[in-house]
């Protein structure tokens, strides 16, 4: 699609890192399926996969952890 922030750039699929803050608790998840803008860069998930992220960093606070670093782990 079209960058809709630059106007200019289309997004191309590709991975990024993510970092989530929930109740404290700091997330980074690598390897989030993302479409990247090869103009600025901007990063956009689809629906589905912020779902995910949000899960999974809401698992992360509720264990407790205050950081934590892992890898995306789609929802089936
Ligand atoms: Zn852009």
Known sequence: M?????????TRPGTASVSLERNGAMLLIRNVP?????????????????EALLKQAEE?????????????AQAA
């Open 2 to 10: 079209k960058c809709p922030i630059c106007k200019h750039g289309e």
């Open 34 to 50: 993302a479409e990247i803008c090869d103009n600025c860069g901007e990063v956009y998930h689809s629906e589905a996969v912020t």
């Open 60 to 72: 992360a606070a509720q264990s407790g952890v205050e950081f934590d670093v892992r890898r995306f």
